[in-house]
């Protein structure tokens, strides 16, 4: 006959049994292809961003390219016996050395009258976001007084 061996039964108090853990179901129904409007709301809010930002910082660096040669361009009209073009031939060196890759084209004007030098920088600047019609551009202008001497008999 075979010898059968019993296993003598655990003295360890017995642990309450416990539910088990709930079933993991698929998404209902009326949630299928809300990832899918999520995208398609989302997307176009991302793509704005993505080539706003570039956009934004070029247009930037375009405005302060201008408005520093303008600056220069009216300080050099200003001065004291400066001859009539300087101002326009500094903005027009000024935006060549400083401008390149973030202006396309640009253009310097000069009015002068009896004492004051007006300069006006018309600059465009590259496109980054492919829009219909947009063309992003800068205007910049600065009057300053001309430089004289004067005596107490003529203010």
Do not use: C
Not at 19 to 24: E, F, I, K, Q
Not at 63 to 79: D, K, N, V
């Amino acid at each position: 006959m075979p010898v059968v061996r019993v296993r003598p039964r655990s003295t360890a108090p017995l642990r309450p049994r416990t539910a088990p853990p709930p079933r993991r179901t698929r998404r209902r129904d009326d949630d299928r292809g809300s990832s899918s409007v999520e995208f398609a709301i989302l997307f176009p809010i991302i793509v704005v961003l993505l080539f706003g930002g570039p956009q934004l910082a070029m247009w930037y660096f375009a405005r302060e390219a201008a408005e520093a040669a303008a600056t220069s361009a009216a300080r050099a009209a200003s001065a004291d016996g400066a001859p009539n073009g300087a101002g326009q031939t500094a903005g027009d060196d000024y935006l060549q050395k400083l401008g390149s890759g973030t202006i396309t084209s640009y253009s310097v004007t000069e009015t002068d009258s009896a004492t004051t030098v007006t300069i006006h920088v018309h600059a465009e600047v590259p496109n980054a976001i492919p829009l219909p019609g947009f063309t992003p551009t800068v205007d910049v202008t600065i009057t300053r007084a001309k430089e004289r001497f004067t005596t107490p008999d003529s203010p």
